[in-house]
């Protein structure tokens, strides 16, 4: 009994010293980690940019991406801010001799890809070269390759050219097999949130506007390729539309690569360019480390003069929201602070969401409003910004969006599901209630809903939809009637929503600060840029994160390609009265 307990001691001792000893390590790691010490880049050096993560708008700082071991607890995706800052970085820095785009998985959206390619070809005027390689070119991934002084597509690879498609999943099959009845209440004909939960295929109106800002989408890339390559903007669609690339040979003989080569070729010719011996690694520096070298491009503006950019993206929901939702109190609460904050002299809202909460987009409106009256606000609309996306933006003084936004969407819908015969006959659950009033269970979803109960859910859709289009055709300054022509729902491409009004400037996020910086009489240089809402610093990040990191982690390892439809569900579930807010994915191949 004595060794035993002797034994127990001794593990008691060692995991308390053990957890004493990788606290303090955890702790040494961190310091190294959030070092904002500058790094030398060498001369000659190649600025490597690598999409293998999702682009996100922001560059995640939480503990485990600032380490460089994001990837084993689930923690992905590479801020757009950073990517752009970087090139632009580059453009100025004698030491980086040219940009390397290593294009094996691009996780993008639209717009998203256009601000780099945009960037790289302001990158271009310097006389650097951007060289790119890529083993399987996906459409996206070839039109920002596209830009690039030399392309070397693997000779066993592939180069997808053959158009858009959107595809949706229904599941209304899924519910009849449930014994789920669903409850829909919307307006407008195009809302087509809520048909894969009770159809089995597309509408008409679904499929029509799905295939309009495919095609304006499709068509505006093909033309930049068009232009980036030399070629007829009728040879490509002939080339895409005829499905003419099957291989490697297929798109060196159209043209559409400069060379067929591996990788090694690729950093010989890059070797050549900055003038390191062929036996000697080319200096390739990666977006982590080029972060912390100097910039010469810093502004170096008056700290009294700022442009508040702030960071609006996710699904809209009530409450503060955190870094993959935008909370209607959290987002008042940073547009507010840039509002009373007399040294930010303008406001930049970059908006990338799908919508969500209409109560929670009216709350960040009104803010918007408030905002408009003492100083200019302007909509900076990336790759969504729908539904309740451009409630939050209407507002504004300008809306700026790209000619690949997915926008408008202007629409609203509600969704119960009685789920009483499910339980009864999937469960054999049964339930029974006591009422002090005729409807003091409603809402519930254990029981069939009567024509009355529906009739009133659909009135406060319809006085919704009807808010939502006043303010909208007040903001944009036209009548009622006109706006609610192309509203109903319908989705726009950030160039068709220009053509009716939707929009004001097409152009990205450096156009909409510098129409904010003009608004507010401020010349280049005489400002400042401060980012909202403020991310939380590493230690913080370090033991709020690490929790939701691990779980996260451990679901993608279970779940494997199944956690985004987990994802899908988990959103749903929040989802908490009327919605404003476009299908849950448009997922654009």
Same mark, same amino acid.
């Given at each position: 009994?004595?060794?035993?307990?002797?034994?127990?001691?001794?593990?008691?001792?060692?995991?308390?010293?053990?957890?004493?000893?990788?606290?303090?390590?955890?702790?040494?790691?961190?310091?190294?980690?959030?070092?904002?010490?500058?790094?030398?880049?060498?001369?000659?050096?190649?600025?490597?940019?690598?999409?293998?993560?999702?682009?996100?708008?922001?560059?995640?700082?939480?503990?485990?991406?600032?380490?460089?071991?994001?990837?084993?607890?689930?923690?992905?995706?590479?801020?757009?801010?950073?990517?752009?800052?970087?090139?632009?970085?580059?453009?100025?820095?004698?030491?980086?001799?040219?940009?390397?785009?290593?294009?094996?998985?691009?996780?993008?959206?639209?717009?998203?890809?256009?601000?780099?390619?945009?960037?790289?070809?302001?990158?271009?005027?310097?006389?650097?070269?951007?060289?790119?390689?890529?083993?399987?070119?996906?459409?996206?991934?070839?039109?920002?390759?596209?830009?690039?002084?030399?392309?070397?597509?693997?000779?066993?690879?592939?180069?997808?050219?053959?158009?858009?498609?959107?595809?949706?999943?229904?599941?209304?099959?899924?519910?009849?097999?449930?014994?789920?009845?669903?409850?829909?209440?919307?307006?407008?004909?195009?809302?087509?949130?809520?048909?894969?939960?009770?159809?089995?295929?597309?509408?008409?109106?679904?499929?029509?506007?799905?295939?309009?800002?495919?095609?304006?989408?499709?068509?505006?890339?093909?033309?930049?390729?068009?232009?980036?390559?030399?070629?007829?903007?009728?040879?490509?669609?002939?080339?895409?539309?005829?499905?003419?690339?099957?291989?490697?040979?297929?798109?060196?003989?159209?043209?559409?690569?400069?060379?067929?080569?591996?990788?090694?070729?690729?950093?010989?010719?890059?070797?050549?360019?900055?003038?390191?011996?062929?036996?000697?690694?080319?200096?390739?520096?990666?977006?982590?480390?080029?972060?912390?070298?100097?910039?010469?491009?810093?502004?170096?503006?008056?700290?009294?003069?700022?442009?508040?950019?702030?960071?609006?993206?996710?699904?809209?929901?009530?409450?503060?929201?955190?870094?993959?939702?935008?909370?209607?109190?959290?987002?008042?609460?940073?547009?507010?602070?840039?509002?009373?904050?007399?040294?930010?002299?303008?406001?930049?809202?970059?908006?990338?969401?799908?919508?969500?909460?209409?109560?929670?987009?009216?709350?960040?409106?009104?803010?918007?409003?408030?905002?408009?009256?003492?100083?200019?606000?302007?909509?900076?609309?990336?790759?969504?910004?729908?539904?309740?996306?451009?409630?939050?933006? %209407?507002?504004?003084?300008?809306?700026?969006?790209?000619?690949?936004?997915?926008?408008?969407?202007?629409?609203?819908?509600?969704?119960?599901?009685?789920?009483?015969?499910?339980?009864?006959?999937?469960?054999?659950?049964?339930?029974?209630?006591?009422?002090?009033?005729?409807?003091?269970?409603?809402?519930?979803?254990?029981?069939? %809903?009567?024509?009355?109960?529906?009739?009133?859910?659909?009135?406060?859709?319809?006085?919704?939809?009807?808010?939502?289009?006043?303010?909208?055709?007040?903001?944009?300054?036209?009548?009622?009637?006109?706006?609610?022509?192309?509203?109903?729902?319908?989705?726009?491409?950030?160039?068709?929503?220009?053509?009716?009004?939707?929009?004001?400037?097409?152009?990205?996020?450096?156009?909409?600060?510098?129409?904010?910086?003009?608004?507010?009489?401020?010349?280049?240089?005489?400002?400042?840029?401060?980012?909202?809402?403020?991310?939380?610093?590493?230690?913080?990040?370090?033991?709020?994160?690490?929790?939701?990191?691990?779980?996260?982690?451990?679901?993608?390892?279970?779940?494997?390609?199944?956690?985004?439809?987990?994802?899908?569900?988990?959103?749903?579930?929040?989802?908490?009265?009327?919605?404003?807010?476009?299908?849950?994915?448009?997922?654009?191949?």
């Amino acid at each position: 009994m004595r060794q035993f307990l002797k034994f127990v001691l001794a593990t008691m001792v060692g995991l308390v010293l053990f957890m004493i000893l990788g606290f303090v390590i955890l702790l040494g790691i961190a310091a190294v980690a959030s070092s904002s010490d500058e790094v030398s880049i060498a001369e000659g050096s190649v600025l490597e940019i690598k999409l293998s993560q999702p682009v996100v708008e922001r560059a995640p700082r939480s503990p485990f991406a600032e380490l460089g071991i994001g990837d084993m607890f689930g923690e992905q995706g590479i801020g757009l801010d950073e990517i752009k800052s970087s090139i632009k970085k580059a453009k100025a820095d004698e030491n980086i001799k040219g940009i390397f785009l290593n294009l094996d998985l691009l996780q993008a959206g639209m717009a998203s890809v256009e601000e780099i390619r945009n960037a790289l070809l302001d990158f271009k005027k310097s006389k650097k070269f951007v060289v790119a390689y890529s083993e399987f070119s996906t459409e996206k991934a070839y039109y920002l390759a596209s830009v690039a002084d030399r392309f070397y597509l693997n000779p066993q690879g592939a180069l997808e050219l053959n158009g858009l498609s959107s595809e949706v999943m229904f599941f209304k099959g899924t519910l009849e097999k449930l014994d789920l009845q669903p409850y829909i209440f919307k307006v407008g004909e195009y809302k087509s949130a809520v048909e894969p939960f009770i159809l089995d295929k597309m509408s008409e109106p679904s499929r029509e506007q799905t295939a309009s800002f495919l095609n304006s989408l499709n068509d505006f890339m093909l033309k930049n390729i068009a232009t980036s390559r030399k070629k007829g903007f009728a040879d490509l669609k002939n080339i895409s539309d005829s499905m003419l690339v099957h291989n490697a040979d297929d798109a060196l003989r159209l043209g559409l690569v400069t060379h067929l080569g591996y990788y090694d070729q690729a950093t010989s010719f890059m070797k050549s360019k900055t003038g390191v011996k062929q036996d000697k690694e080319l200096k390739l520096v990666n977006l982590g480390t080029y972060k912390k070298a100097a910039d010469p491009t810093k502004s170096s503006g008056s700290s009294s003069n700022r442009i508040a950019v702030i960071y609006a993206s996710g699904d809209i929901v009530g409450g503060k929201g955190d870094d993959e939702s935008i909370g209607g109190q959290g987002m008042s609460e940073a547009i507010r602070k840039a509002r009373l904050d007399k040294n930010v002299k303008a406001v930049v809202l970059r908006i990338n969401s799908p919508g969500g909460s209409s109560l929670a987009s009216d709350v960040i409106w009104r803010e918007v409003m408030l905002t408009k009256k003492v100083k200019p606000i302007i909509a900076s609309m990336s790759d969504v910004a729908a539904s309740g996306g451009y409630y939050i933006a %209407m507002a504004c003084d300008t809306i700026v969006a790209h000619p690949t936004t997915i926008t408008g969407s202007i629409g609203v819908f509600g969704m119960m599901v009685n789920s009483e015969n499910f339980l009864k006959n999937k469960l054999g659950i049964t339930t029974d209630r006591v009422k002090t009033g005729k409807f003091s269970d409603v809402p519930t979803v254990t029981r069939a %809903m009567t024509p009355y109960e529906k009739m009133h859910i659909q009135r406060e859709v319809e006085r919704i939809y009807d808010d939502f289009t006043t303010k909208a055709a007040q903001s944009r300054n036209m009548p009622v009637a006109d706006l609610r022509k192309i509203a109903s729902g319908r989705v726009w491409s950030g160039i068709e929503a220009k053509q009716r009004g939707l929009v004001d400037v097409l152009g990205g996020m450096d156009q909409a600060v510098a129409i904010a910086a003009r608004k507010a009489k401020l010349k280049e240089g005489e400002y400042r840029l401060r980012t909202l809402p403020a991310q939380k610093s590493f230690m913080e990040n370090l033991f709020s994160d690490a929790e939701t990191q691990m779980k996260t982690y451990t679901l993608r390892e279970e779940l494997g390609d199944m956690l985004p439809y987990y994802q899908q569900y988990k959103r749903v579930m929040q989802m908490q009265g009327i919605q404003a807010r476009l299908p849950f994915e448009i997922e654009i191949q």
